[in-house]
């Protein structure tokens, strides 16, 4: 009985990694991380075929179905939370509105965000600002307190090195 919930614990494991680095990957699929995820993509698909096979050999055993399917769960949650923590990608926001672009631009920089302002003729003033994504919640935070009426878009950008710039995503 040992054997068996040892085998089953470490099946959830396995495929709680394995998911996991599947969320990775695709994450740097979708940055053009190419290497990055061709190397995940290898231990990933590793660790399937072996988990799997010991799944398969014994489709009588409920508790590697079980711990299977569970781990396939927590790895997804645990995909999303390595995801978010390893997130290193920038942005670019463009906050449009019409009226007190000099208090939104102010409470900006002093929360550490890299901004700019520009008046537009049509009276729209734009707000363009630099920002690590992790940021992100905390920068709609910030415009959202001040129920301002604007419209906000981001943008990814692909790569920054050395705090410039050098490739926008398509």
Not at 3 to 18: H, M, P, T
Not at 107 to 132: C, H, P, R, W
Not at 136 to 144: F, H, P, V
Request: aromatic share 10%; glycine share 4%; with cysteine.
């Amino acid at each position: 009985m040992v054997k068996v919930i040892l085998w089953a614990l470490l099946i959830f494991i396995s495929r709680s990694v394995d998911v996991a680095l599947g969320t990775l990957r695709t994450r740097m699929v979708v940055s053009r991380r190419k290497y990055r995820a061709a190397i995940i993509g290898f231990f990933e698909v590793l660790i399937y075929i072996l988990i799997v096979s010991k799944v398969i050999q014994d489709t009588g055993n409920i508790f590697n179905v079980i711990a299977y399917c569970a781990g396939f769960s927590c790895g997804t949650i645990l995909g999303l939370n390595l995801e978010d923590r390893l997130n290193l990608e920038m942005l670019q926001a463009t906050i449009m509105l019409k009226d007190n672009s000099y208090d939104l631009l102010r409470l900006i920089k002093e929360a550490g965000f890299k901004a700019t302002l520009s008046i537009e003729d049509f009276k729209m003033d734009i707000i363009n600002v630099l920002l690590e994504e992790k940021r992100k919640d905390e920068l709609e935070k910030i415009i959202n307190d001040l129920e301002y009426d604007t419209l906000i878009s981001f943008q990814s950008l692909n790569k920054v090195s050395k705090n410039y710039l050098y490739s926008l995503k398509k």
